[in-house]
């Protein structure tokens, strides 16, 4: 080991800023850089596995800027900047975290922290906001796997009719196709209709099954992604992108202010629901609140078995039978 750090190895302890520090870059086979400059392959054992950029701390300063100071919607940054919504939210958790650290005089590991960004891609600030479309952090627009869409079904379905991601969704399901007028109206409408799925009450989507097997229909794909405004908007500019770029800029601001006062309202009444079933008492001349919530013990509330999540105690009380004797533990059907 001491042979090789004294001889290959020695190439390692001290990089170039800038430059990835992998092992790879010893092996002429696999020294090939991506359209950035940089190695992707760091292991020269493992050539699937390819490093993925983590963000600048200019980057990292912009998201905060953005979502804290000027006050601008979680979704509307991650579009802008090409960051996943779940990322921008940890990069302002964690800054107001690092602020609170250095307001109580706290010590930062900043040296790691550089050297670590000198030795890793990074995605830049861009000046051009034209770039973070072409050349974005990550994928912002993952459709996330149902567990209904596992099992591989064959659905029949007429010529005359035309199945799109709705009659998928019911198919999954085990849902009733939509009538012929339904169906058509939503197809000649797809915008409208993701707008009523995406903002409206999501205690009124359909429901199918009976007791502990009821859930809801599987809404279509275009409805589950995180930014389905970004669909329309496609839409709109292949339509109209040529003639009326104006017109596009303004539906898709107007569409993404809807999606963020329905998050906002959904937020609040959230939050009126939880304050309605919590009795606060404050005693005086007491720095201390007590909190209470009334208990619900019920046969919708317990479950059939005594462990649902929505009664007091689901984690204890009930014995768990995974070490008794005489009970069949492997599964004898299969739920589809």
Same mark, same amino acid.
């Given at each position: ?13 001290? %990089?170039?800023? #800038? ?11 696999? !020294?090939?850089? /991506?359209?950035? #400059? ?27 800027? =953005? ?31 690092? /602020?609170? +650290? ?14 670590? %960004? ?45 199945? !799109? ?30 707008? $009523?799925?995406?903002? #409206? ?7 199918? #099954? ?16 995180? %930014? ?7 839409? !709109?500019?292949?339509?109209?992108? +040529? ?32 304050? $309605?079933?919590? %009795?606060?008492?404050?005693?005086? /001349?007491? =720095?201390?609140?007590? =909190? ?14 005594? $462990? ?14 995974? =070490? ?8 004898? $059907?299969?739920?589809?």
């Amino acid at each position: 080991m001491f042979k090789w750090l004294n001889a290959q190895g020695s190439e390692f302890k001290h %990089h170039t800023p #800038g430059e990835t520090n992998y092992l790879s870059k010893l092996d002429p086979k696999l !020294n090939e850089k /991506n359209a950035n #400059g940089i190695l992707e392959k760091p292991f020269p054992l493992n050539l699937s596995f390819r490093s993925e950029p983590i963000l600048s701390e200019d980057l990292r300063n912009e998201i905060y800027n =953005r979502v804290v100071r000027m006050q601008r919607s979680v979704r509307g940054v991650s579009v802008e900047l090409g960051v996943d919504m779940r990322r921008v939210a940890a990069v302002v958790r964690l800054v107001e975290l690092e /602020n609170k +650290m250095k307001e109580q005089g706290k010590s930062l590991a900043i040296p790691y922290a550089r050297a670590i %960004h000198e030795m890793v891609p990074t995605t830049p600030l861009y000046d051009d906001a034209r770039e973070y479309r072409s050349n974005p952090h990550e994928n912002i627009n993952d459709l996330p796997v149902h567990r209904l869409t596992d099992p591989q079904i064959f659905y029949p379905v007429s010529e005359s009719r035309q199945f !799109n991601r709705i009659d998928a969704g019911r198919a999954f399901s085990g849902a009733p196709a939509l009538l012929h007028r339904d169906a058509a109206r939503m197809a000649a409408e797809p915008d409208e209709t993701i707008r $009523r799925i995406t903002q #409206g009450d999501f205690r009124q989507i359909e429901t199918v #099954g009976k007791g502990e097997d009821e859930q809801q229909v599987l809404l279509p794909a275009d409805a589950r992604i995180p %930014h389905p405004h970004l669909i329309a908007n496609d839409r !709109n500019r292949i339509s109209h992108g +040529m003639t009326e770029p104006g017109l596009v800029r303004t539906k898709y601001y107007k569409r993404l202010d809807q999606e963020m006062e329905v998050d906002q309202k959904r937020k609040e009444r959230a939050q009126q629901r939880r304050e $309605r079933t919590i %009795h606060k008492v404050q005693p005086e /001349n007491s =720095r201390f609140e007590f =909190r209470f919530r009334d208990a619900v013990v019920s046969a919708q509330t317990t479950g059939a078995n005594g $462990r649902g999540s929505q009664a007091p105690g689901h984690r204890y009380g009930v014995p768990s039978y995974d =070490r008794k004797k005489g009970q069949v533990k492997i599964p004898t $059907r299969v739920k589809v």
